[in-house]
C-alpha cells in the first residue's frame, strides 16, 4: 500500500510532514548522526554518502518532519502484511503497519514526538485504514517508549535481551501497539 494515498502534506498543530526526498538526506543526516539520536538508531551510517544511500532505499516509507522553515524529524509508516492463515492471506496483505520517528536534539522535550507519534497514527487509522499499527524500542530508550504510551498505544511484550546493541551489550525491547478499533474508541473519548 502506497503513503502516495496520503492526503499531503498533513498538518498538526505544530508540524508539517511531507513524504521524503532524496534532498532532505543532508538537513536530516546533520541531526540524526548526533549520538543522543543515533544510539537508539538501527544503524550508523560512516558518512552522509552512506546515508544517503541508505535514505533513497527507503524514501517510499520515509516521511520528514518541518518545524519553523527547516527539517526537524524524519519519521516511517513501513505497511506490511499482518500474520494469516492461507485462506484469507490477500485479506491481511498490507493490514498493519510500523512506525517510527527520529527527532532533532534542539527540539526534544517540547512534545513533538508526542505530536508526531499521533499524527502517524492518524495517518495508519483514519487516511490508510489499517487495522493494526506496531513500535518497537530498546527498553533503555524511555523518551521513545514513554511516546507511544502517550500516544496511546500499549505494551504488548518485554523481550528480554533480545537485541545485540552496537555498545556490544545484549538489550530489552519493548514491543508497542496500538488497533483500528482502539484508535477509534480514543477518537470518541476524544483523547
Ligand atoms: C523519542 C523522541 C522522538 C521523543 O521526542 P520528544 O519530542 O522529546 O518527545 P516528547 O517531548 O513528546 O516527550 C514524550 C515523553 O517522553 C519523556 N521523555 C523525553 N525524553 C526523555 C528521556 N530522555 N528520558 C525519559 N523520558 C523522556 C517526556 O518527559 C514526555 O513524557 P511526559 O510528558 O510524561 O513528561 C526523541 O527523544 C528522539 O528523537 N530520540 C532519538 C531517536 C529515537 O530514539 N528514535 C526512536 C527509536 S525506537
Known amino acids: 500500500m502506497s503513503l502516495e494515498r496520503l492526503d499531503w502534506p498533513l498538518l498538526t498543530a505544530r508540524l508539517t510532514l511531507r513524504p521524503a526526498r532524496v534532498s532532505d538526506?543532508?538537513?536530516i543526516w546533520a541531526w540524526q548522526q548526533l549520538p543522543e539520536v543515533i544510539q537508539w538508531m538501527a544503524r550508523q551510517p560512516p558518512s552522509?554518502?552512506?546515508?544517503?544511500g541508505h535514505w533513497v532505499k527507503h524514501l517510499d516509507q520515509t516521511l520528514v518532519v518541518g518545524q519553523g522553515g527547516r527539517l526537524i524529524g524524519s519519521a516511517k509508516i513501513a505497511v506490511q502484511?499482518?500474520?494469516?492463515?492461507?485462506?484469507?492471506?490477500?485479506?491481511?496483505?498490507?493490514?498493519?503497519?510500523?512506525?517510527?520517528w527520529a527527532l532533532d536534539p534542539s527540539v526534544h522535550g517540547q512534545g513533538y514526538g508526542t505530536e508526531l507519534a499521533v499524527s502517524l497514527l492518524a495517518s495508519c487509522f483514519d487516511g490508510l485504514g489499517l487495522h493494526r499499527?506496531?513500535?518497537?524500542?530498546?527498553?533503555?530508550?524511555?523518551?521513545?517508549?514513554?511516546?507511544?504510551e502517550k500516544a496511546g498505544m500499549r505494551r504488548e511484550a518485554h523481550f528480554r535481551s533480545d537485541s545485540l546493541h552496537r555498545d556490544g551489550r545484549w538489550y530489552d525491547t519493548y514491543s508497542y501497539a496500538m488497533l483500528a478499533a482502539e484508535w477509534a474508541q480514543r477518537r470518541a473519548s476524544g483523547s
Open 133 to 148: 499499527v506496531v513500535g518497537i524500542c530498546f527498553a533503555d530508550n524511555a523518551a521513545s517508549a514513554r511516546v507511544m
Open 25 to 27: 538526506a543532508a538537513e
Open 48 to 52: 552522509l554518502e552512506a546515508f544517503t
Open 81 to 100: 502484511n499482518a500474520w494469516a492463515q492461507e485462506e484469507v492471506i490477500t485479506q491481511a496483505a498490507g493490514a498493519e503497519a510500523e512506525i517510527g
